[in-house]
């Protein structure tokens, strides 16, 4: 699947299989049966297609989570002249009827079940569409070559009435359906009129009586359709070419289309001349009129969904309107898609083009959470879950990230998967339940990363480098209550500064705040300054030996570039800054009077900073119409004779010298793209990671220190702390909480919150709860030195032969628990 730039938002579907039937012809009609499956998941379903002569019955299953697809019956008319354009599924009480109709005006009625024929509707023109009611399944509308729509009941073969006549339609009618409740007809035809047809005359009603009773009856045999000359409803405003396309989303709601392109959606209303319209819109394709060309629809999901003739597929959702369409795309579907059909609940989309050939496309999103849904049940998975466990399973816990989401990966190996790292197998159940995840999920879900643009999100390393402003920086939302500030050290009077998001990251006291400011993954340190609407992404000010002030309206972020390697063992890496401005579009051309750099125009860049073309496209003087900041070579990376650094490199632009001008002409210079492609993702989130554990130990330490000076604190740092562990990131921690101990040796109270902290931390280390008992004897030989110490009253000697003999216990979980009971005996002391 993908989707083009017009169309970044909508329903998300993937190609599941792809059918080809032998005759390679057009295939005119399809249809999915909407009727459940005895004995079948709630997943599997009949769909029919027609095409020349031939009928085929496929049926669709999906057993433990992989679907198939097989063709069950299959029919050949005995007129070689046939050529079937539309069939449909409805009932017959239980049985299951398939009617096809075509170019000889014959309707052909057959039981599935029991592979038979009943009795055909003949018509005196070409049958180009048919319809049945939903609520009244044996009510059959057929639009006719001859001018005319006609009324049946399919089941009784009898027709119940005639619409026809001077005020309607005056060509062929190419398109017809009938309400849920069989009470209106609408059609439309190459007349480009539309028309809406009452079924509620007292001469069909006693027909429809009629046609109960059966052929056995003599006024069965003496009935005669009921003509209707005048239709309730009719306008030639709504289209100006052929409607080849309507259907009924509710009951006063209708959806058309023309050949042109032209798409309406309108309200239909007894006594009113001309419709309601709520929408209508035309998509362009080159000028190609093109007709029988039939919409899918979805009524639950309020999905519409229209073929194009480059074999893409349109799907609008209906309560978005008039967003684009998400566009459908595969590389074997190159042909016109005639024929689109949804499943009764939206989630599978069948379309047929003109070489025969079928796609069946899923929605990956709906599919992946009933599979999330049906899990429940099955075990082992249902060890997770209340049901499971009461009755009789063992109970387990699984991760959504790494059990389940890192199993619809692609890029990872089922041994990986297996083998990660954040594993912590407690009994045999999880694996095996993690094994039953990557067999239903790998390779079976498909997952994509994009843009939204309503959510106004900031994007990060990407490889499109999307148009930045300060409207996207934060979240214009009011349905969404957001929290600003997320996992972050910062001092309450910063908070004040206005529309300020700060995420994993760490604030220093004295630093300056503007407005409109966004912190991502940095630390800001005391000399510091940040303009209004700036932004900036993975820095480190912390170090600045100087007052660091950072202009208004700009993006700033570091990026780690990985290098070649000139070694397995080495590791060649190298820090780069890049700025833009928040109006700078990275992608506008050099040429386009809005091109902008760093906000300013190119005069007024020029100018300042005294940078010319040369210095940025060397290799596009000549060709300006390829130039764009995204291949601007404008960012230092190397210099001969300097180190690399953010006010050398960039900020100079905002107050230029020559000194650093030339130092930057010197130097070795990247362009975005260049950054990107040589940017190293895994080193970034490593260090996103490590920063978020730095956080999570300051903030810990921040805990334990409110509770050592006894100030009521509503938050436990225990989820931290196992988080932490979790991770990997236990001898941090502890060390961490050494060196408090060391610096806070004389303060009795903080010193018991520290101590107490690292004896959960060691007991968590040794498995939790699962490790033993926590309460035992701690008076072994080994530690009681540190004990007698801390009896005298020499706190800080004790603490180091703590740390020394801790070190010690580390190999195995009993010794952990042991040590930790030690640790906790010493609380005993304060």
Not at 57 to 71: A, R
Not at 448 to 468: A, E, R, V
Not at 595 to 603: G, H, Y
């Amino acid at each position: 699947m993908s989707s083009d730039d017009e169309a970044p938002e909508g329903e998300n579907f993937q190609c599941e299989h792809i059918i080809t039937e032998s005759h390679e012809q057009t295939i005119y009609g399809i249809s999915i049966c909407q009727q459940a499956l005895a004995g079948e998941s709630e997943d599997a379903f009949l769909f029919a297609t027609c095409a020349i002569n031939q009928i085929c019955v496929y049926k669709y299953t999906v057993i433990d989570g992989k679907s198939s697809v097989k063709l069950i019956q299959s029919y050949c008319d005995s007129d070689d002249k046939e050529y079937f354009y539309d069939c449909k599924w409805t009932t017959f009480g239980n049985t299951t009827i398939l009617a096809a109709g075509g170019l000889r005006g014959v309707v052909r009625i057959i039981d599935i079940a029991h592979q038979c024929h009943l009795k055909p509707l003949r018509h005196l023109g070409s049958v180009n569409q048919i319809a049945f009611a939903g609520g009244r399944p044996t009510l059959m509308a057929a639009a006719c070559s001859n001018y005319a729509v006609l009324l049946w009941d399919a089941e009784a073969a009898l027709c119940l009435a005639n619409y026809v006549g001077p005020d309607q339609h005056k060509q062929g009618v190419l398109t017809v359906d009938i309400n849920y409740n069989g009470t209106f007809i609408v059609s439309g035809g190459l007349d480009n009129i539309v028309c809406v047809w009452s079924t509620q005359y007292k001469e069909i009603m006693e027909n429809m009586a009629i046609a109960k009773k059966g052929p056995l009856f003599k006024e069965f045999r003496l009935s005669a359709p009921h003509h209707v000359y005048f239709p309730v409803f009719h306008s030639n405003t709504i289209h100006e070419h052929y409607v080849d396309s309507i259907k009924w989303f509710s009951d006063d709601i209708i959806v058309s289309k023309s050949a042109d392109h032209v798409y309406c959606i309108w309200k239909f209303d007894v006594g009113q001349k001309e419709p309601y319209i709520l929408f209508r819109w035309h998509r362009t394709q080159k000028s190609d009129i093109v007709f029988d060309v039939r919409l899918g629809l979805s009524v639950t999901r309020k999905l519409m969904a229209i073929g194009r003739l480059d074999g893409s597929i349109f799907i609008w959702n209906m309560t978005k309107l008039p967003d684009q369409p998400n566009i459908l795309t595969h590389p074997e579907s190159k042909l016109m898609i005639r024929h689109l059909s949804f499943t009764h609940n939206g989630h599978t989309l069948i379309g047929s083009n003109e070489k025969g050939h079928i796609f069946i496309w899923t929605s990956a999103l709906s599919y992946f959470a009933e599979k999330l849904l049906n899990f429940h049940a099955s075990p082992p998975l249902d060890s997770c879950t209340y049901e499971g466990i009461d009755s009789g399973s063992q109970p387990s816990k699984l991760s959504l990230y790494f059990d389940f989401l890192l199993a619809t990966c692609t890029d990872i190996s089922f041994d990986e998967y297996l083998s990660s790292h954040y594993r912590n197998y407690t009994n045999d159940l999880i694996k095996q339940s993690e094994i039953f995840l990557w067999n239903q999920l790998n390779g079976k879900t498909k997952f994509t990363c994009g843009i939204l643009p309503n959510s106004c999100h900031f994007q990060y390393i990407d490889t499109q480098w999307p148009y930045l402003n300060k409207y996207n920086i934060h979240s214009q939302r009011e349905d969404i209550q957001w929290s600003s500030i997320q996992h972050s050290i910062i001092d309450n009077k910063q908070i004040q500064t206005q529309n300020l998001s700060i995420i994993n990251s760490i604030v220093y006291n004295e630093c300056n705040l503007g407005e409109n400011i966004s912190i991502h993954n940095s630390i800001v340190g005391n000399r510091v300054t940040l303009g209004d609407n700036c932004c900036i992404l993975s820095v480190d000010f912390s170090k600045e030996d100087f007052h660091l002030t950072l202009p208004s309206d700009v993006i700033i972020q570091r990026i780690i570039l990985s290098l070649q390697r000139t070694s397995d063992t080495s590791n060649n890496q190298l820090d780069v800054y890049t700025m833009i401005g928040i109006h700078d579009d990275v992608n506008r051309v050099f040429t386009d009077k809005n091109f902008t750099i760093l906000n300013m125009s190119w005069n007024q860049f020029q100018r300042q900073t005294g940078i010319d073309i040369w210095d940025l496209w060397p290799d596009l003087q000549n060709d300006p119409e390829k130039r764009t900041l995204a291949n601007a070579h404008f960012y230092p990376v190397l210099h001969f004779n300097n180190i690399s650094s953010l006010n050398d490199d960039l900020l100079w632009l905002f107050n230029p010298s020559n000194e650093l001008r030339q130092q930057w002409k010197s130097s070795w210079r990247l362009s975005l793209n260049d950054i990107l492609i040589r940017a190293d993702l895994y080193k970034e989130i490593i260090r996103r990671q490590d920063l978020f554990h730095r956080i999570s130990r300051l903030k810990i330490l921040d805990l334990l220190f409110l509770h050592g000076s006894k100030q009521k604190v509503d938050d436990s740092y225990l989820a931290l702390l196992k988080q932490t562990i979790a991770d990997g990131h236990s001898k941090e921690i502890l060390d961490a909480f050494d060196r408090a101990c060391l610096t806070n040796y004389n303060k009795l109270q903080t010193l018991s919150c520290l101590f107490s902290a690292i004896a959960n931390t060691l007991a968590e280390l040794a498995g939790g709860d699962r490790a033993g008992v926590r309460s035992g004897p701690y008076l072994n030989r080994e530690w009681q030195y540190a004990l007698s110490m801390f009896e005298e009253g020499k706190y800080l000697l004790s603490i180091q032969h703590l740390i020394k003999q801790r070190q010690l216990w580390m190999d195995r979980s009993d010794l952990l628990i042991r040590a930790a009971r030690h640790y906790d005996g010493k609380l005993g002391l304060f």
